[in-house]
């Protein structure tokens, strides 16, 4: 396979960066997982006042390749848009050989799930004849014997497009800017070269499904230098129980006091849970980040909460709006000029979850840099190592002066630039937070729709996948939610039941290419015990979340979690590194997933049923034999080392099989 050179807008006229001759810039740098950089550059035939870098990151032990473009020039060469749009094709080449094409799409916004789902479009040969354009961020090539990948590092909402494939008639694709790539009259100059974003391409021997599984393996180890972030930890969030104080009149800080967050901190260590996540409120005001320590909030400043969070082997976690300062505080004197604006004016003031009136910031501004520095002094000085962030929305700032755009810019412009920018400067704070800092984790909140969605957080951190699930809203129930029916809450899926989970569960359409360890969502713990089991299958599935009102769990209950939780963590990273099998979905009757390393027979089988069934299942991957399972299931093996199930429900619940595990008993009712 053959891939063609990018080709830039320079000056007027477009430039095919063909290079008179790579020279290794430097010798390859190691980094972290025995992934190696490599650095090329060399003069552009048709203009050797123009360079061109090339940048690779792979490892030996993965078939994934990232590689970006620096392009560099004169003090007179400038990007520019002589129609008025992006010309900016980054790479192309023929997919003539392969039987089937595909885009994989993973941004799409379900109103229905309030969720983002992942999505697979088969291109027929009728969207090559009118030269079709997706958004992707990935393709991927079959044929007899081998499979291919392409992707692109960015992030928007699908629909809202800043690159595209185009499927053109003669059987090419190729990558190309749709809008906000660059400026135009953008200067390539020393100190201020053009950077691409990163791109993937990857080829293996075998079907997709063994492309999907090299896959699933660069993106747990290979794409970030962020390992923290990949930990199937259990994470337990206030913002459940905050919500639910809420719902019954009282103000979402209520509880947000040092007494209620030990006596959570020492419930959730019962329950097996790994990092203790503080929502929004624990600060005296956005911007400086500072710990509220008035009497009836934490008056030692989380110290107490540190030392009982080490003392269980715990990590701390708080939740942040980077985007937010407030007006009194020191981060907006300082970036006064970072102020975001929208149709050329400044946002409004406006109340940050009961805490002072705060005003929006820019990232795609000087102002990153500052707030990475506040991040990196609250590790220090708090302990903190989970960073939960919220409310970034995107293309949210057109102002002249920042990095997206001068006076010399139209509003439009500068708007489309901010949206193209922000993602990679998200990326940017967390590389810059974890190099000096490498035991933290970034969560990025992509409850709502219009956030950004795609590969360059996930080489950086994770996601925050899904909150409370659909809105009254969303579904058109009769009733407004402001109703006593509602109880003031918009969410709907806050009750015990499996209706939770059939929502939830949705995210792991992502779980073939994407590891659902990287998108964390939130389970329950409230009583009855049939409830409390169908949260718990859904968590170990590597969403991972527990919110509510634990404190409210009862002794039977707490030790329900604990006991899964410690077998859950035997085989924790093998449910993490296996590809997931999968028979029905949400809310059927019957629904299985299977997730079994194939190197060792360990992992887990969960199958949740809906009413009073019988269901049979075979695995597809043989099993270790030493397994734990709760009850209503009987486990045999056939000549194959493969487990055979047969699970027996009484009521719509779940069932768990741990294979690999040392406990080997059946949980009782």
């Known amino acids: 396979m053959k891939i063609k050179p990018p080709s830039f807008e320079i000056d007027g006229k477009n430039v095919v960066c063909n290079v008179t001759e790579f020279l290794r810039a430097t010798d390859p740098v190691l980094l972290k997982n025995n992934i190696k950089e490599y650095v090329f550059e060399g003069k552009i035939q048709s203009d050797t006042s123009l360079k061109l870098k090339i940048i690779f990151r792979l490892s030996p032990e993965n078939a994934v390749v990232r590689y970006r473009y620096i392009l ?22 023929s997919l003539t050989p392969f039987k089937q094409v595909k885009e994989v799409q993973f941004s799409n916004y379900d109103e229905k799930f309030h969720s983002y789902i992942l999505r697979e479009m088969v291109i027929e040969d009728r969207y090559f004849d009118n030269n079709y354009y997706a958004m992707g961020p990935m393709v991927i090539a079959n044929n007899t014997d081998n499979s291919f990948l392409f992707a692109y590092e960015h992030g928007s909402q699908y629909g809202n497009v800043f690159l595209h494939y185009g499927f053109m008639k003669d059987r090419s694709l190729n990558l190309s800017a749709a809008k906000g790539n660059y400026l135009n009259n953008q200067p390539v100059s020393k100190g201020n070269e053009y950077e691409t974003i990163w791109f993937e391409i990857a080829g293996v021997k075998g079907n997709e499904d063994a492309l999907a599984a090299e896959y699933r393996t660069f993106m747990l180890k290979y794409i970030t230098q962020n390992s923290e972030s990949r930990q199937p930890y259990i994470f337990y ?43 929004a409120g624990w600060f005296q005001k956005t911007g400086d980040w500072t710990v509220n320590t008035s009497a009836n909030f934490f008056p030692d400043s989380l110290k107490q909460v540190v030392a009982r969070l080490k003392k269980y082997n715990m990590k701390l976690g708080l939740w942040f709006n980077p985007t937010e300062a407030s007006l009194s505080s020191k981060m907006l004197e300082r970036n006064k000029d970072c102020r975001t604006t929208i149709d050329g004016k400044m946002i409004k003031p406006w109340e940050i979850w009961e805490t ?24 220090k000085e708090t302990g903190v190592t989970y960073f939960k962030w919220d409310a970034i929305e995107q293309g949210s700032c057109d102002a002249a002066g920042h990095y997206h755009g001068t006076i010399e810019n139209t509003e439009a412009e500068r708007k489309d630039y901010d949206a193209f920018l922000q993602p990679i400067y998200m990326s940017k704070i967390i590389d810059k937070v974890c190099k000096i800092c490498p035991e933290a984790i970034f969560d990025f909140d992509i409850t709502e729709e219009g956030r950004s969605v795609g590969l360059t957080f996930l080489s950086s951190g994770k996601y925050y996948a899904i ?45 073939k290419w994407i590891p659902s360890v990287l998108f964390l969502t939130h389970y329950q713990t409230d009583e009855p015990r049939n409830s409390q089991m169908i949260n718990i299958a859904s968590l170990i599935l590597g969403q991972n979340g527990i919110w509510g009102e634990i404190l409210k769990t009862s002794p039977e209950g707490t030790k329900l979690f604990s006991d899964i939780l410690h077998i859950y963590k035997q085989v924790k990273y093998d449910i993490t590194l296996a590809s997931p099998v999968n028979y029905g979905l949400p809310g059927e009757s019957t629904e299985i997933h299977e997730k079994i390393n194939p190197e060792n027979g360990k992992g887990v089988v969960v199958i949740f049923g809906s009413g009073k069934l019988e269901v049979s299942y075979i695995t597809k991957t043989s099993v270790s034999k030493k397994i734990w399972m709760n009850d209503g299931v009987i486990v045999n093996y056939d000549d194959k080392g493969r487990a055979v199930i047969k699970a027996s429900f009484s009521d719509t619940g779940a069932k768990i099989i741990f294979f690999g595990v040392d406990k080997s008993v059946v949980y009782l009712k």
């Open 72 to 93: 560099s020039g004169s003090k007179k060469s400038k990007l520019t848009k002589a129609n008025g749009k992006d010309n900016l094709t980054y790479f192309s080449t």
């Open 237 to 279: 969030n206030t913002w459940g129980r905050q919500e639910r104080e809420h719902w019954s009149g009282k103000p979402y800080l209520q509880s947000m006091n040092l007494k209620q967050t030990l006596d959570e901190i020492n419930k959730a260590h019962d329950m097996g849970i790994d990092i203790y996540v503080i929502d």
């Open 356 to 379: 002072e009136e705060s005003v929006p910031l820019c990232l795609a501004s000087k102002y990153w840099e500052d707030f990475s520095d506040e991040l990196i002094r609250l590790v």
């Open 467 to 511: 909150n409370n699930g659909p809105n009254y809203h969303n579904l058109d129930i009769s009733k407004p939610w402001k109703t006593p029916l509602a109880n003031g809450n918009a969410n709907i899926l806050v009750y015990p039941g499996p209706a939770r989970g059939w929502f939830t569960r949705s995210i792991l359409t992502y779980d």
